[in-house]
């Protein structure tokens, strides 16, 4: 993971990262490979939670709950190729977008869980860094 992100994520509360059996498991679920730095992400850190910018509260959910959660709020249902990876807490999704099933083209978003559907996003990034950058000055 890149020192800018490792920069950004410090405030938050920081977990063991995931090893490899765990990617392979999280990869088997979506059944297709995910970006390279948000792997990145969970090798670092199998989730992070806390205050980030001005007005989030970011939870980035470990693989296990990645799992459990796209499961329980059937995402897949309501905007096929979403992955959700965490959340503000409250009504707030952050998900990647793999409807591409290139993961080049795959995008990390943001948009409500009151209109978990495609056309209803409030923000997309090309990349992991991205988001988070977005994340950390987004002020409303």
Not at 47 to 73: D, F, H
Not at 103 to 113: L, Q
Request: charged share 25%; proline share 2%.
């Amino acid at each position: 993971m890149d020192e800018i992100t490792r920069q950004l994520l410090s405030v938050l509360r920081i977990t063991d990262g995931a090893d490899e059996q765990r990617i392979s498991k999280l990869l088997a679920y979506v059944g297709l490979e995910l970006p390279d730095d948000y792997l990145d992400f969970l090798r670092y850190s199998d989730g992070v939670e806390g205050a980030i910018g001005p007005i989030y509260w970011l939870a980035l959910w470990s693989i296990e709950q990645l799992i459990e959660l796209n499961e329980a709020y059937s995402s897949s249902k309501h905007a096929p190729g979403l992955i959700l990876i965490g959340s503000s807490l409250s009504v707030t999704a952050f998900g990647i977008d793999t409807r591409s099933k290139l993961v080049t083209e795959m995008s990390f978003v943001v948009m409500d869980f009151l209109e978990l559907e495609w056309g209803f996003e409030k923000h997309r990034s090309c990349t992991f860094r991205d988001f988070i950058q977005y994340l950390h000055t987004y002020s409303g």
